[in-house]
Structures are given as structure tokens and as C-alpha cells.
């Protein structure tokens, strides 16, 4: 929907931004949908990577429970972390939290080193307003390894939700400094932020295009002021003020824009 926000921050996007990595093989996108139907069930002949990879398969057709029947059966050939991972991503998929934790937890007790697995973690916590938690399991994560964009995205957005402006800003700007374009898309490794109200939205988006502004990025800037105008942020008046904006302020575009001043889209 289009007034979803999926962030993950650090994902932030929510977000992100559960991973689906299996050690070499790519990470892939979160998104909680409804499961198609098959009538085709594991072989118990196949291989653990046979059935692996048809899990993946499935589960990009958002076939969530037949992606788990192949995930289960391949874990009960060959056990591994990034297998357990992947089942913990299919059961959020699911929306079974619960479940999901547990398969998560036990990757990290399989492989304390597994950097993805703490931040998927994280995002369970997230993802249950457990803030707190989730930024300690972020912070894991990140420890582990200090390349991740999006470990950084979604520990900047369990740093929003706790209104804790600062700490956000700077997890938000390290996640930009990683990867510019991390809040153009879904993440790969994480979920973006989910905001749920239009206030925390709006807020995320004007704080976004200050960032951008600081960063000499106009029309990344632009792009997030239009969307947090949209959003009816009830302090766009600072944009007059705050320092990050001078040089945008120097700009036609942005002129045209506050003048303009789009419309808030009701909910």
C-alpha cells in the first residue's frame, strides 16, 4: 500500500531488511503476502542443495509453506545457520513471529559469528516495538560486521521510534555512507522502518531530506521534502531554518516547491 513505509534502516527500509543470505548466495527481499498453492512436496531422494534451492524458488513465488516443507526437509539432511535463517524468514514472511525468533536464535547458537541472524533477530523485536532489544541485536550484527548498510538503517529506525533523534541521524547517515541509494529501495539484508503513524512518517521523511541536503544531494533532498510536505509535517517550517538547508534553500526548485507547498494526502 502506498502509504507504508518500509525502511530497512538500517531496514529500515523493515527492514526491513530480514535477510535471506545464505553465506554466497544473494540476500532477498521481505514481504508478508498470502501463500500460492502447490500440489508438490519434497523428494525424499533430493539432494539438501536440490531442496534448498527449490525452497528458494518457492518462496519467491510467495509459496511460503511449500518453501518451508523443502526448507525442513533440506535441515533434516544437512543442518546449517543460513538454512535456519532462511526458515526464520519465511515464517515472518508468515507473520509467525514466535516461530521465527526461535529459528533465528537457533542460527545463532549454531554460528555465533552469523551476522544476519542477529540482525533478523533484531527486526522480530522491531517489529513486536520491543526497541530496546532490537537495537542491542542490531548492534551485534554490527559488530560482526561493519559493512552492512542495513544493519545501520534498521538501527536507525528502532532509534527513531524511541525518539531518540540524534542516535538515528547518525545510524541513518553511516547506512547513506555505505550505500546512497539504501532508502530508494528494499533492502537486501534487512527491513526498512515501518512508520505507523502519517506524524512519524512525516517526520522520517523530513529528517531524511536533511540528511541529503547535508550531504550536498538536492535532489534526493527535494524528493523527501515534497514527502514530507505530502505527509503534512507539521514543522516543514524549519526548513527555513535548519543549517543543512541553506544551500538547498539557494535553489529554484526548492522555491517552487515550499511555494507550491503540495497538499497533505489523508489517510
Known amino acids: 500500500m502506498r502509504r507504508q513505509v518500509l525502511l530497512y534502516v538500517l531496514a529500515v527500509f523493515v527492514a526491513a531488511s530480514v535477510s535471506a543470505a545464505a553465506q554466497a548466495s544473494p540476500s532477498e527481499q521481505v514481504q508478508v503476502g498470502p501463500p500460492l498453492r502447490h500440489t508438490q512436496t519434497p523428494l525424499a531422494s533430493a539432494t539438501p542443495q536440490e531442496l ?46 514466535h516461530e521465527a525468533s526461535k529459528s533465528f536464535e537457533r542460527a545463532i547458537k549454531n554460528d555465533r559469528d552469523y551476522a544476519d541472524a542477529y540482525n533478523n533477530l533484531g527486526v522480530i523485536y522491531y517489529l513486536e516495538k520491543k526497541y530496546g532489544k532490537a537495537i542491542k541485536q542490531y548492534e551485534k550484527a554490527i559488530k560482526l560486521r561493519q559493512d552492512a548498510a542495513s544493519y545501520f538503517s534498521n538501527l536507525g529506525a528502532a532509534y527513531f521510534s524511541k525518539k531518540e533523534l540524534e ?31 502519517p506524524e512519524n512518517r512525516a517526520h522520517f521523511n523530513y529528517v531524511m531530506a536533511k540528511l541529503f541536503a547535508k550531504e550536498g544531494n538536492s535532489d534526493r533532498s527535494l524528493q523527501y521534502l515534497r514527502k514530507a510536505l505530502e505527509e503534512g509535517y507539521k514543522g516543514i517550517n524549519e526548513v527555513y531554518k535548519d543549517a543543512e538547508f541553506a544551500g538547498l534553500r539557494k535553489d529554484p526548485r526548492f522555491t517552487e516547491l515550499m511555494a507550491a507547498r503540495p497538499q497533505a494526502i489523508p489517510e
Open 52 to 97: 534448498e534451492q527449490r525452497g528458494d524458488e518457492l518462496r519467491a513465488e510467495k509459496s511460503y509453506l511449500y518453501a518451508l516443507d523443502y526448507y525442513g526437509t533440506a535441515l533434516k539432511k544437512q543442518p546449517s545457520p543460513p538454512l535456519l535463517n532462511k526458515i526464520g524468514i519465511t515464517q515472518l514472511e508468515l507473520q509467525r513471529f
Open 167 to 197: 542516535k538515528a541521524i547518525a545510524a541513518y547517515t553511516e547506512a547513506m555512507r555505505l550505500d546512497p541509494d539504501i532508502f530508494e529501495r528494499t533492502s537486501h539484508t534487512g527491513v526498512q522502518a515501518q512508520m505507523s503513524s
